[in-house]
């Protein structure tokens, strides 16, 4: 399984706006039907270049479902997103494959 990963810095000024934004957005990617499930997290990180950093991890059904996203879908969200915030957000994008996942169990 791939983890489709968006990491996105948000300027100060546009930062409330995004973060609605975002909310409505995540739920219209999931719609496409490429993805199971989403993940929307803050990096607890001070960048130098100021701003707030997010990033949204989509888990893929599978490789030719990412694959098919790239073609049909993600094209028009992202010259969406760059109409809508131009310059206030700096976006980039990595590929997760999951090896294992492992998870406590109590007794």
């Known amino acids: 399984m791939i983890i489709y990963n968006v ?6 000024t ?15 990617v999931l719609a496409t039907g490429k ?3 989403a993940t929307l997290t803050k990096v607890l990180v001070d960048e130098e270049m100021g ?3 997010y990033s949204v991890q989509y888990k893929s059904y599978s490789r030719e479902a ?6 049909e879908d993600a094209p ?3 010259a969406e997103i760059s109409k809508k915030f131009g310059d206030k957000m700096l ?7 999951i090896l294992d996942e492992y998870s406590v169990t109590f007794k």
Request: charged letters at 35%.
């Open 7 to 12: 990491t996105s810095n948000i300027d100060e």
């Open 14 to 28: 546009i930062h409330d706006e995004w973060l609605i934004w975002i909310k409505e957005h995540i739920p219209q």
């Open 35 to 37: 993805f199971e499930k």
């Open 66 to 71: 990412l694959d098919a996203f790239y073609r």
């Open 51 to 53: 701003g707030v950093t």
């Open 91 to 97: 976006a980039f994008r990595t590929e997760l494959e």
């Open 76 to 78: 028009a969200f992202r």
